[in-house]
């Protein structure tokens, strides 16, 4: 009887230090899913008020912009009143100069809140059942004379048999057209320095099964490709290599494709071109609401 007691006691005295040690793991994790928790509530709070502020200011920004222009009609009735060639007339088309890059600067700033909106509001996804090669070949439609003018020319190349997905038609064209002009941006920046053909080439094709099967997209340019340096920081939101570019283009894209459960990356060979591969799940026919 007294071993079972001694037993007893030696058992639980080693437990005691097992139990502590578990209590205070499981208190710490339980401080840092609380913590978490309350970082991701504030986000959720700072991302309310940044939208809200956003919209607070594109309102008044409307109505600075549409007095620039009524201004800019008026300094255009008062220059066809002052005769050429006088000082008055310089001085009227300094202040219309002025003007116009008050009205350009204006614009950016609206351009950069829609962006910044756009990226940052909740998507609702409105899916249906999409021809992927018969979006793909009427955005290339809609998009070539804007690729024709910046001296690229732009092909579809689209595979049978592919297997059904479901989309949300505006906001998924809204990407693609994304990397279409971010690629003709690329292209055309480099300029006379590009040796051959500038293109665009936008390809649909059935996903390996090993990749999970579905519908891929390629997007793939002739252009001057991407810097190692700059490759981890692509879909960073505010990153742009380009004047004037807000750096939201490519992260709202990676975004909206996310929301349709499929995923997007990028080969890149300095010199020789681009290639964004955008991958859609198999329609499997269950609703997914968003």
Not at 9 to 20: D, E, Q, R, S, T
Not at 87 to 103: P, V
Not at 159 to 181: E, I, P, R, T, Y
């Amino acid at each position: 009887m007294a071993e079972f007691w001694i037993g007893l006691l030696v058992g639980v005295a080693l437990a005691v230090p097992v139990i502590f040690l578990f209590t205070r793991r499981t208190v710490r994790r339980m401080e840092q899913l609380y913590e978490r928790a309350r970082a991701a509530e504030r986000l959720a709070e700072i991302g309310t008020l940044t939208g809200g502020l956003a919209h607070e200011i594109k309102n008044p920004l409307s109505s600075v912009n549409l007095n620039i222009q009524l201004l800019q009609e008026d300094l255009q009735e008062l220059a066809d009143r002052v005769p050429a060639e006088t000082d008055n007339a310089d001085r009227i088309g300094r202040i219309r100069r002025r003007f116009e890059s008050l009205s350009r600067e204006t614009q950016r700033l609206r351009d950069i809140l829609e962006d910044f909106l756009q990226f940052a509001g909740r998507i609702k996804l409105d899916r249906t059942a999409v021809d992927v090669n018969g979006l793909i070949q009427e955005l290339v439609d809609f998009f070539e004379p804007q690729a024709h003018a910046m001296g690229v020319r732009v092909h579809a190349q689209t595979a049978s048999n592919l297997s059904a997905v479901q989309l949300d038609v505006g906001l998924f064209k809204q990407a693609l057209l994304n990397l279409m002009l971010n690629a003709c941006q690329a292209m055309e920046k480099q300029g006379a320095d590009q040796a051959g053909p500038r293109e665009l080439i936008v390809r649909s094709l059935a996903a390996p099964a090993k990749e999970g099967g579905g519908v891929q997209v390629h997007v793939t340019d002739t252009g001057p490709g991407i810097p190692d340096a700059d490759m981890d920081k692509l879909f960073q939101p505010y990153f742009s290599t380009k004047k004037g570019g807000t750096g939201l283009g490519l992260p709202t894209s990676r975004r909206i494709i996310e929301e349709h459960g499929g995923g997007i990356r990028v080969h890149s060979e300095p010199g020789r071109g681009t290639q964004f591969i955008v991958a859609l799940p198999e329609d499997t026919g269950e609703s997914d609401e968003t």
